[in-house]
C-alpha cells in the first residue's frame, strides 16, 4: 500500500511537469508570435490606410481642420508651423471628393527578436472632386513605433497633396520636402 502512495505522487509530479510546460510553450509563443495589438495592426494595415484616406477626404470636403490635425501624429502636430500648413491646405484643397481610387497601400514593417518595433503603411490616392480639380494624395502612417501601437508618433507622419492639373504640392508635417 506504501509503494501506491508513491506511484500516485509521482503521476502526479509528471502530470504537473507536462503542465507547466505547455503553460510555459503557450507563453514563449505569444511573446514571440503574437505580441498582441501590433499582430492585429500588421494584418489590417491595408484597412487602417483605408481609413485613414476616407478620414483625411471627409476632412478636405467638409473644410474640417481640426479633424484633419488629429489624425496626425503627436510628434507631427508639434512641428514649428504644423497649424500653417494644415490651413493652406484646406485653403488649397476645393470642393467636395466626387470619387479617389483605391491604391494598395505600400507597408514597412521591422522585427527585432519577433517582435514587431516598426511598422507603418503609405498610401497614394487620385482623387476628383466636384470643382473637377484633380489631386493625388500621398500620406504615411505610423501604425507602431517602438514596439507600441500608442505614442508621440503613432498617427499620420505627414501628407502630401499635389494638384494634377498645375503640378502644385501642399506638403503637411514632410520633413523631405
Not at 495589438?37 to 484616406?53: F, G, H, I, P
Request: charged fraction near 25%; proline fraction near 1%.
Amino acid at each position: 500500500m506504501h509503494s501506491k502512495i508513491k506511484i500516485i505522487n509521482k503521476r502526479d509530479k509528471i502530470m504537473f511537469i507536462i503542465i507547466m510546460l505547455l503553460i510555459i510553450i503557450g507563453i514563449l509563443f505569444r511573446v514571440f508570435f503574437y505580441n498582441g495589438s501590433a499582430y492585429e495592426v500588421s494584418n489590417n494595415r491595408e484597412d487602417v490606410a483605408k481609413s485613414y484616406l476616407e478620414q483625411i477626404l471627409n476632412c478636405l470636403s467638409d473644410n474640417d481642420e481640426q479633424g484633419l490635425k488629429e489624425l496626425f501624429s503627436k510628434s507631427s502636430q508639434s512641428r514649428e508651423g504644423f497649424d500653417d500648413e494644415i490651413s493652406s491646405a484646406m485653403d488649397f484643397f476645393e470642393g467636395k471628393v466626387v470619387s479617389y481610387s483605391d491604391k494598395i497601400p505600400t507597408k514597412q514593417e521591422s522585427t527585432k527578436n519577433g517582435k514587431i518595433i516598426l511598422s507603418t503603411v503609405t498610401l497614394r490616392s487620385d482623387v476628383t472632386t466636384d470643382k473637377n480639380k484633380n489631386y493625388f494624395i500621398i500620406f504615411n502612417v505610423y501604425l507602431v513605433s517602438n514596439g507600441k501601437t500608442e505614442g508621440e508618433k503613432i498617427g499620420i507622419s505627414w501628407l502630401n497633396i499635389c494638384d494634377m492639373d498645375s503640378d502644385t504640392t501642399i506638403y503637411i508635417a514632410d520633413t523631405y520636402q
